[in-house]
């Protein structure tokens, strides 16, 4: 993928073996909720045990924080993103730290992200007196802002009364299971409750059969800036304006927390998202992983009702012998060929995929 800088770049303030305070620290930039914000100190202690550097923290206030309107309202693409982008590219930080599945497919010029090892991607059931989907009663409320769970719970059990709700992670769970809980259960990403130290409050782990997780779901974005990981080989400094990368190693630090195998899973599930233009908001579930010698594939297009779902399953060979660029078009492409035979199932007639919806200002 990027090819490291050499080691041994001399930085003022920062000799060889000089003590960690000296080092130039990493800024790190995260929202603020306490799921964003356990995401990003994962990825600040990874990288201050790669770099030797100090990692801080540095706030920054999205507009999917700030809105307080249903997410399927704000259209989706990039809510969470925008302003972290921003601040990349404007130098406030050097390294920003996001859930995939928010991240839209549209590449970010100027702007490279790696995966880290993903979490499990499948969707828990949180329901009160551990109920599982089969267990609640009959005309149950649960509770999920997502159109693409809403369909898949819709579809396994109609009877359900699926509630639209938005907060954060613990704002959700109190919906179910805290003392003023109006509903019987919400459904929510694995992972965030993972990396919360919430798990106690599952009652079930969704077979990704029943609802075929998010794209990109359980796994994060390392986000930094193009320039300050790609050397120019003549010189071996970052190639914008010839000018050394402000933290000089943490081009090899990025490249090792970059895991192949989430990477090339991720990259079908989002193809497949990109190849039907939708948008995180659409009821479009993606499922890849690696097995052995073999990527496999499985997403899915759901009526919002749950009348109908399709689903189209793939696998595409990893040769050994190519390039890492080679696996990742091989990975797309599969990505792709899924997508457009659910477009030759008429996945159209079921949801509206694309998300017209404009991004507030
Ligand atoms: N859209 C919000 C969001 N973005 C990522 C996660 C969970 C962590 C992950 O999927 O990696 C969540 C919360 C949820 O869906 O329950």
């Known amino acids: 993928m990027v090819t490291p800088p050499p080691l041994s770049v001399s930085t003022p303030g920062s000799t060889p073996g000089s003590a960690q305070g000296d080092a130039v620290p990493i800024r790190l930039g995260t929202r603020a909720s306490a799921l964003a914000t356990t995401q990003s100190g994962l990825v600040a202690r990874r990288l201050e045990e790669l770099t030797g550097r100090p990692v801080e923290l540095v706030h920054i206030r999205t507009e999917g924080d700030v809105s307080t309107g249903s997410l399927a309202s704000l259209g989706g693409t990039g809510v969470f993103v925008t302003a972290l982008r921003e601040a990349l590219l404007d130098g406030r930080c050097d390294v920003a730290v996001h859930s995939l599945k928010d991240l839209p497919t549209t590449p ?188 496999e594939l499985r997403a899915l297009v759901a009526a919002v009702d749950g009348s109908e779902q399709m689903s189209r399953s793939g696998e595409a060979l990893l040769s050994q012998d190519v390039a890492p660029e080679a696996l990742d078009d091989a990975a797309r492409r599969l990505g792709t060929s899924v997508a457009e035979n659910l477009l030759a199932d008429g996945a159209e007639r079921l949801a509206p995929l694309s998300t017209t919806v404009p991004e507030k200002a």
Not at 156 to 168: M, Q, T, W
Not at 209 to 224: H, I, K, R, T, Y
């Open 108 to 295: 970010a010029p100027d702007l490279t992200f790696v995966t880290p090892e993903r979490e499990d991607p499948r969707d828990a059931l949180c329901a009160r007196d551990g109920l599982t989907l089969t267990t609640l009663p009959r005309g149950g409320r649960v509770g999920t802002g997502s159109p693409r769970r809403a369909a898949q719970i819709r579809a396994a059990r109609p009877d359900l009364d699926v509630v639209d709700i938005r907060g954060n992670v613990g704002t959700r769970l109190d919906r179910a299971i805290g003392p003023d809980a109006d509903l019987d259960a919400v459904v929510l990403a694995y992972a965030g409750l993972a990396r919360l130290g919430r798990t106690e409050v599952i009652s079930e782990v969704l077979d990704v059969d029943v609802v075929a997780p998010a794209p990109g779901q359980g796994a994060l974005a390392v986000e930094v800036r193009t320039a300050d990981i790609v050397s120019d080989p003549l010189t071996g400094t970052g190639k914008r304006g010839g000018a050394a990368p402000r933290v000089p190693d943490l081009a090899e630090a990025i490249h090792l927390l970059d895991h192949r195998p989430t990477r090339l899973a991720v990259l079908a599930e989002r193809s497949v998202l990109a190849r039907l233009e939708a948008g995180c908001a659409a009821p479009v579930g993606a499922h890849a992983r690696v097995s052995g010698t073999v990527l």
